[in-house]
């Protein structure tokens, strides 16, 4: 089906031993759209995407991948998890590797691509992240922002349907997370699937098509930036927002 949402989270629940820690989520997600999720610490936001890529195993509800369920199959779970990339708040570069070889050596293990097809798109995307000048460099020699711009053109070598990212900035010291955040954007406009976790509001006005409101393991409160940013509904989304006027 044409309009069928990319992804779709159904009923998802999460808990931890006797602690539900999501419950009753419900999320579609379509092909080229930008949802940014907020909300305060603890209210679920990594847990959710970290069930949404599969790091958890939801304890109940579904996720569907093109219609299709992804948790009743494992033909599909392992076509799905290469669809899904993630960028984590701590980077994850490989620190033994080169900048060239973090980008090239996951094409070549998970993708099978040969060493001249996995450089040229590795040095395409590092270009596109403004880091082609880096690629011999090891991570450790790199700032934050820099990181994590490899970081970025790591996933996005995979070819991912969608990019999940978690709190992507808020490890960079404050003069690197424009240029991240600049990187991302141009990443939205390309028509790329992005969820992002951010605390970075202005930012999540700007770029999403629709934001999410987390509180307490459930989505309070969803709708366009316009809406949440300039119009929220409920009690807990104002209070929220407002430490952030
Ligand atoms: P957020 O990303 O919004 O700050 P998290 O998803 O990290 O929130 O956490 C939501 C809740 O789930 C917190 O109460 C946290 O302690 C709990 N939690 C997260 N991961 C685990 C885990 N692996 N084991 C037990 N509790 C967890
Ligand atoms: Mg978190």
């Not at 940014?36 to 990594?46: A, L, Y």
């Not at 450089?119 to 082609?132: N, P, R, S, T």
Request: charged share 20%; proline share 4%.
């Amino acid at each position: 089906m044409a309009n069928e949402p990319l992804i779709q989270v159904k009923n998802l629940k999460k808990a931890f031993g006797n602690h539900e820690v999501l419950t009753n989520i419900n999320l579609d997600v379509n092909a080229g759209e930008v949802v940014s999720i907020i909300g305060r610490s603890g209210s679920g936001k990594s847990t959710l995407l970290r069930n949404i890529n599969l790091l958890e195993t939801p304890t109940g509800g579904d996720i569907l991948f093109h219609g299709k369920s992804i948790l009743s199959d494992e033909e599909k779970l392992s076509t799905y998890r290469a669809k899904v990339g993630m960028v984590f708040q701590s980077f994850n570069l490989f620190n033994n590797m080169t900048v060239l070889q973090n980008v090239m050596v996951p094409q070549q293990t998970v993708l099978k691509r040969d060493a001249a097809t996995a450089k040229a798109h590795a040095l395409d995307l590092l270009k596109q992240v403004g880091m082609d000048p880096f690629i011999a460099a090891k991570p450790d020699q790199l700032s934050g922002g820099q990181e994590q711009r490899v970081a970025i053109a790591r996933a996005e070598a995979m070819d991912p349907e969608v990019l999940l990212f978690d709190e992507p900035t808020s490890a960079l010291d404050p003069e690197m997370v424009d240029d991240v955040l600049n990187t991302m954007t141009a990443l939205a406009h390309t028509g790329l699937t992005m969820i992002i976790v951010t605390h970075e509001m202005a930012f999540a006005r700007e770029v999403s098509d629709r934001v999410v409101f987390m509180n307490n393991g459930v989505i309070a409160e969803a709708g366009t930036p316009d809406q949440i940013f300039g119009d929220p509904q409920q009690p807990e989304t104002k209070e929220f927002l407002k430490r952030y006027l």
